[in-house]
T-cell receptor, first 114, second 112 residues
Framework: DQQVKQNSPSLSVQEGRISILNCDYTNSMFDYFLWYKKYPAEGPTFLISISSIKDKNEDGRFTVFLNKSAKHLSLHIVPSQPGDSAVYFCAASPGRTGANNLFFGTGTRLTVIP | KAGVTQTPRYLIKTRGQQVTLSCSPISGHRSVSWYQQTPGQGLQFLFEYFSETQRNKGNFPGRFSGRQFSNSRSEMNVSTLELGDSALYLC???????????FGPGTRLTVT
């Protein structure tokens, strides 16, 4: 049972434009959400996170939006750069309650075209 | 600060054998979690260790086990290997449970 879903396996965007990656979750107990980026043959790299008490968090070119009522979050990358090409994973956690297991989506492969 | 390190990076084993993978967390991090990544199932949580105690466990059979040492280094063991255990095994560390986890490069295990 996939509790975190990324319905788009791939996304292509022109350099300089906005990339929007989407993620949906089903478990209402999740209250901490993270985005990771992964290159081949490497472990996931932490990008940005958001707690359920917020609806937006920004870090440079990366912004994560959370819509709790829709159980949906998205990652915006502006402007997109060729070096952003990677697989992006959305992850959710029951939060800072002592449970450290992350539930991952299946990933979206982003290709930024120069 | 050095990142999370995992050894070995690649491993080939035969069905029925056992294997031990090692993980050294980022200095100061006390929580170590293990994940399995396969093409079919994606990234799945195995277990978490904190202060040498297993704090949380995913839905994997008892053939998968782990431990953590007093210096926070962790090992995971898989006994009686099956072909389906072929995967990338990732270790992640965090300062405390519920905080951002930082991943190592993984150990690619192939079972033949």
């Amino acid at each position: 049972d996939q509790q975190v879903k990324q319905n788009s396996p791939s996304l292509s965007v022109q350099e300089g434009r906005i990339s929007i990656l989407n993620c949906d979750y089903t478990n209402s107990m999740f209250d901490y959400f993270l985005w990771y980026k992964k290159y081949p043959a490497e472990g996931p790299t932490f990008l940005i996170s958001i707690s359920s008490i917020k609806d937006k968090n920004e870090d440079g070119r990366f912004t994560v939006f959370l819509n709790k009522s829709a159980k949906h979050l998205s990652l915006h990358i502006v402007p997109s750069q060729p070096g952003d090409s990677a697989v992006y994973f959305c992850a959710a956690s029951p939060g800072r309650t002592g449970a450290n297991n992350l539930f991952f989506g299946t990933g979206t492969r982003l290709t930024v075209i120069p | 600060k050095a990142g999370v390190t995992q050894t070995p990076r690649y491993l080939i084993k035969t069905r029925g054998q056992q294997v031990t993978l090692s993980c050294s967390p980022i200095s100061g991090h006390r929580s170590v979690s293990w994940y399995q990544q396969t093409p079919g199932q994606g990234l799945q949580f195995l277990f978490e260790y904190f202060s040498e105690t297993q704090r949380n466990k995913g839905n994997f059979p008892g053939r998968f086990s782990g431990r953590q040492f007093s210096n926070s280094r962790s090992e995971m063991n898989v006994s009686t290997l099956e072909l389906g255990d072929s995967a990338l095994y990732l270790c992640a560390s965090s300062w405390e449970s519920g905080y951002e986890q930082y991943f190592g490069p993984g150990t690619r295990l192939t079972v033949t």
